[in-house]
């Protein structure tokens, strides 16, 4: 019995060391993962901004035309 209990110890050590390596490539892919996601939100950050800028300078240029669309007329 005690050279199977050597022997299911030893497998253990070496599934350990095989689920450690295993975790390290883990961490290795949720970095990049998260390297990339980190990257696309801040091309989408500047993609909104972008909008809302243009969006502001039409409401600048438009604005009287803007509000008289919302404001009633007569009895509506």
């Known amino acids: 019995m005690a050279t199977k209990d050597t022997g299911g110890g030893q497998e253990k050590v070496g599934r350990r060391d095989e689920t450690a390596a ?22 989408l950050d500047d993609d909104i901004d972008a909008i809302l800028d243009e969006i502001d300078e039409v409401l600048e240029t438009n604005s ?3 509000v008289r669309g919302f404001v009633q007329k007569g009895g509506q």
């Not at 295993?22 to 091309?43: L, M, N, P, S, W």
């Open 64 to 66: 009287e035309e803007f």
């Open 22 to 43: 295993e975790t390290g490539d883990e961490a290795a892919v949720q970095d990049a993962t998260a390297a990339e996601v980190a990257e696309r939100k801040a091309v």
